[in-house]
């Protein structure tokens, strides 16, 4: 399953003040995979830059005005999350800043139920404590140490990370193609599983006569 980690950056934090997109982020994953393949562009958002968003992502109004504006890359955006899951970290936020976008270009909005949000799943799992994804990445041991600034695809990079400890994988599951697992009796591809292989008797009897004599010349 294909899904997009997306991050976006802004003026500012209201859509009704009207504030705009600066940067979108996206990295694709497959079965909690990175694919390599990633959307990302700057964004000239057609009005000044708040100084709290200043603060938070350092992109100033000069650094901004010569970047292409939201309607010159929403194709290009639209089709590269076409069809895919997003995973979002406080998804209300960066979506209702997407869909003004759209709307102001009159395409159609993005529906929240296609969207994983991060946050809640965070919530969800440690009701009580900062769900931040500074405080996700330290509870987690994922250093975070590169996000001196909020930037999109920094923050993508390290959710893609933080959602796969959130759904309680430490490890994505690798597809391994079919001409090499086969089930020996049928001859037809199986998936890849974990298998737990049982010692037998000889074996049990061995590890007992360890435990016995050799763990007594363990001083530690």
Known sequence: MKEVILDTETTGLSVKEGHRIVEIGCIEIENLIPTNNFFHCYLNPEREVSKSALEVHGYTDEFLANKKKFYEIADDFLKFIEGKKLVIHNAEFDISHINNELSLIKKNNINLNDVVDTLEL?????????????????????????????????????????????????????????????????????????????????????????????LKKNYY
């Open 122 to 214: 965070a919530r969800n799992k440690f009701p009580g404590s900062s769900t931040s994804l500074d405080a996700l990445c330290k509870r987690f041991r994922i250093d975070n140490s590169k996000r001196e600034k909020h930037t999109a695809l920094i923050d993508c990079e390290l959710l893609s990370k933080v959602y796969i400890n959130l759904l309680g994988q430490k490890e994505p599951i690798f597809q391994f193609s079919e001409d090499i697992l086969k089930d020996n009796k049928t001859g037809k591809a199986v998936s890849y599983s974990k298998k737990i292989i049982m010692p037998d008797k000889e074996e049990m009897e061995k590890h007992k006569q360890f435990l016995s004599k050799e």
